[in-house]
């Protein structure tokens, strides 16, 4: 066969390649700079944030970190925040195991309904319904339940809110486990229980995985909620306390973001650990919504 | 009389009483119920209480008494300010669907398949999705700082001869600066969902197209991309849910200032609710924005009911 001679192929690789590493490197610069300039910012004194606001903290100066590790309120703000976190986590996850399975697994009649109602909660995002929802909180409290300035609102409305999405996403991870299984559970004489129990929930617990690291940032970062439903600062969250700080030392550019790189650490080494759960429950979230 | 042992065995002794059937129906209702319990009350109820408010002039003190009829409707739909809120998120949608979409198509195809060091890329580009909010918004408060000596960006466009841009409080700039925010912060969950949609394409096609001699733009123009359709499906219609509900970013930033030059529906929402405790005016205000959000779902659901080329779904 008659051939004219090639590209060598190293170069026909390599030459794109390039260029691709380029396109892609200002990307990463671009995505770094606000995080960098953070984190220098963060180990400056006011002073040498007025005089040299961008370069390399030299030497980097603690001060403002200790200050506010040691004031007492910005471990309250992370230990609520914690109590919120992991009680909202636990509670949809629990809740959206058990509505998953019945849709996933059973029938019955009215389930397309009950199916088509949740899927209204899609269309219903917090961030347009938190007028609609403060009411409810309202009267609820007006019954003597008490919702308003109190984790416990902030933990129910959260949670309400995280079901929608998550049943859908449960609900593919749970109808992908081959129907067999529960055939062959059945003769065993499992009953409906001991199949969700014993069978179904140890095999999807990476599934459970992803849901959970999903739910777990979104209330860790939730602001609006707090914001509504929270007034004494003793019970703030950190989203709200780092919000309420900014605008009280709106001057003091240091110090704030000492403060707003404290807060960010603690999602940043979460996402690092957890970043196969995260990406695994975003992209099957986004394939069945 | 003897019972069968074989019928026992399958009645089950050890659980008797309840029939199979009994027994289903009850998990399902209690598997059900917490969740329902929680749903209709957080999520469904407020909707028909809002609807209800909606038709009052009430400032929250007290129980709602004047009824005035769809007369909030009307001044909302009449104020020039929610008008501005709506151009706003349309043009933050334009702009997403315009530029964000097709920059992250075009980087996650060049990351996707088998660049080294891809995995590295993704978790970087994912970052800023993860962050909250609140910190993404002041991190780029700092940056976007007027005065050039403590503002980055001003700092540099100072370095380069330029003039200095008040970002965040230019009425003809403030919408773009916010929207340069966005798309730092949620370009990698649009990238992510396109790799994981490329990941799904076998390369064989791809393979064979080469191979019938097409080149690499068409390749992507005529094969990867119609069969990326579903994933852009998806990644369009979060896009826009996502810029009409838009809130905190704006808020912490400029609170939908300067003069309204950022209004989005949903600061305009927290304003009349939060701020003024016009609460029925507010509550209509949110009522539009569900009814806006179901008629995009409703009606993006119809116009792309094509089947995905790869799932028939």
């Not at chain 2, 909250?132 to 700092?142: D, G, K």
């Not at chain 2, 209509?284 to 569900?290: L, S, T, W």
Request: glycine residues 6%; proline residues 5%.
């Amino acid at each position: 066969m008659q051939r004219i001679i090639p590209t060598p192929r190293w170069m026909r690789k390599a030459v794109p390649r390039v260029f691709q590493y380029i396109l892609l490197g200002i990307t990463t610069i671009l995505i770094f700079i606000p995080i960098v300039i953070l984190l220098f910012g963060s180990v400056k004194t006011t002073g040498q944030m007025y005089s040299h606001p961008y370069s390399i903290p030299n030497p980097p100066d603690w001060t403002n970190i200790v200050n506010i590790l040691s004031t007492p309120s910005f471990w309250g703000m992370m230990k609520n925040s914690l109590i919120v976190m992991v009680s909202t986590t636990a509670l949809t996850v629990f809740l959206c195991a058990l509505v998953s399975f019945v849709f996933a697994r059973l029938e019955f009649r009215g389930k397309n309904w009950i199916f088509n109602l949740f899927t209204v909660g899609l269309m219903f995002p917090i961030n347009v319904a938190i007028l609609p929802v403060y009411f409810v909180l309202r009267q609820l409290e007006q019954y003597g339940i008490n919702m308003i300035d109190s984790l416990m609102g902030v933990i129910l409305v959260q949670t309400a809110f995280q079901l929608s999405g998550n049943i859908m996403i449960l609900r593919g991870f749970f109808t992908a486990v081959p129907k067999e299984l529960q055939d062959a559970a059945y003769i065993d004489g499992c009953t409906n229980f001991d199949f969700f129990w014993r069978i179904l929930l140890p095999l999807v617990k990476p599934s459970l995985a992803a849901i959970a690291a999903l739910i777990m940032i979104a209330s860790w970062n939730d602001l609006l909620v707090p914001l509504v439903v929270l007034n004494s600062d003793k019970l703030w969250t950190l989203p709200l306390g780092t919000m309420q700080f900014q605008g009280q030392y709106s001057q003091d550019l240091a110090i704030i973001s000492a403060f707003v790189a404290l807060s960010s650490i603690p999602t940043i080494i979460f996402y690092f650990f957890a970043e196969k759960q995260i990406v695994a429950g975003l992209t099957a979230g986004a394939v069945k919504g | 009389m003897q019972s069968n042992p074989a019928q026992a065995t399958l009645i089950n002794p050890k659980r008797s009483g309840l029939s199979r059937k009994t027994k289903d129906r009850m998990v399902i209702i209690l598997f059900l119920f917490p969740a329902l319990v929680i749903f209709l009350l957080f999520v469904i109820y407020p909707i028909f209480r809002s609807v209800y408010y909606s038709t009052f002039d009430w400032k929250g003190l007290g129980e709602a008494t004047k009824n005035i009829g769809f007369e909030n409707y009307r001044k909302i739909l009449i104020d020039t300010v929610f008008q501005k809120s709506v151009v706003n998120v349309v043009i933050i949608i334009v702009l997403s669907l315009v530029l964000q979409l097709p920059a992250a198509i075009i980087l996650s195809t060049m990351v996707a398949r088998d660049l080294p060091g891809r995995a590295l890329f993704r978790t970087i580009f994912f970052l800023p999705y993860v962050l909250s909010e609140v910190n993404a918004a002041i991190m780029w408060m700092l940056l976007y700082n007027p005065d050039p000596e403590r503002g980055f960006i001003n700092g540099i466009l100072v370095a380069m001869g330029l003039n200095t841009v008040n970002w965040l409080a230019d009425m003809n700039i403030v919408l773009f600066a916010v929207f340069i925010v966005l798309t730092w912060k949620y370009f990698g969950f649009h990238m992510l969902l396109y790799l994981t949609g490329l990941q799904n394409i076998p390369t064989e096609i791809e393979e064979a197209a080469r191979m019938d001699g097409a080149n690499s733009f068409q390749n992507f123009w005529y094969i990867t991309l119609p069969l990326l359709s579903g994933t852009i499906k998806t990644s369009v219609q979060m896009s826009v849910l996502g810029s009409i509900q838009q809130f905190i970013l704006v808020w912490v930033m400029t609170k939908g200032g300067p003069v309204n030059a950022s209004e989005v529906m949903a600061t305009y929402m927290y304003r009349f609710g939060f701020v003024r405790f016009q609460f029925g005016y507010g509550s209509a205000v949110a009522i539009i924005m569900f009814l806006v959000c179901v008629i995009f779902s409703l009606l993006y659901r119809k116009l792309t009911n094509k089947p995905d080329y790869l799932t028939g779904l």
